[in-house]
């Protein structure tokens, strides 16, 4: 059983660009989590999805962060215009009934 | 809204040398307490859930417990690969984790 699958591990984009983060939750599960860390902090919240459906968004920016979770394929977790503080590692996490949750490897994201 | 805070922020311990990590709570209706070991560059893992005071978890060197306003998170006799960020987080209801900054650990040899 593949655990949480998140691509690419490494993103580096200009200030402007769009970045695409993915992740393919466990086999089974239908609860999807995004959560930002960046060094020396903890994990930050910002996205909470169902197939199809945005739970919580409630730690997410309004402007220029969007996420989904489609009947088929994986959560995207899109950024446009990055500026330098997005910078930071992403993490997705997954589970079956909204208890405990099981996170991928994360996605670091360094804009230049 | 739910708090997490983690203490010590770092520990230094011998190889062998016990000790404990704490992580206070508030929330308006525990759903779970949850700890995660991270290492550096990877994802969180997961370690133990508890659910309710009283509970124990135990697993190889750690063994977590939990009462109504903390949880401890307790180190056996621990090795250099038990150094790592231990990360605790809470839930309440249908409501996403919310984690503590965590407790750095180092054991040396």
Redesign the interface.
């Known amino acids: 059983n593949a655990g949480v699958m998140q691509n690419p591990r490494h993103l580096v984009r200009r200030r402007g660009q769009e970045a695409r983060l993915r992740c393919s939750p466990m086999k089974g599960h239908s609860h999807v989590y995004w959560y930002r860390q960046l060094p020396e902090e903890g994990l930050k919240f910002m996205v909470y999805l169902q197939k199809e459906n945005i739970i919580d968004e409630s730690g997410m920016p309004k402007e220029r962060f969007s996420a989904e979770f489609p009947k088929e394929g994986p959560s995207i977790l899109r950024i446009q215009q990055v500026v330098r503080g997005d910078s930071a590692a992403y993490f997705c996490a997954s589970s079956p009934q909204g208890s405990e949750a099981f996170f991928g490897q994360g996605t670091r994201l360094t804009v230049v | 809204e739910d708090q997490v805070t983690q203490s010590p922020e770092a520990l230094r311990l011998q190889e062998g040398e016990s000790s404990s990590l704490n992580c206070s709570y508030t929330v308006s209706g525990l759903r779970?307490l949850?700890w995660?070991r991270q290492d550096p560059g990877?994802?969180?893992?997961?370690l133990f859930?508890l659910y309710s005071a009283g509970e124990e978890k135990e697993k190889e060197r750690l063994k977590a417990t939990l009462t109504k306003k903390e949880s401890f998170l307790h180190i056996t006799a621990p090795k250099p690969e038990d150094s790592a960020t231990y990360?605790c987080?809470v839930?309440s209801g249908?409501?996403?984790?919310?984690?503590?900054?965590?407790t750095r650990l180092s054991v040396i040899a």
């Open positions: 779970g949850f995660y990877k994802g969180p893992e997961f859930t990360l987080a839930r249908n409501t996403p984790l919310v984690f503590g900054k965590g």
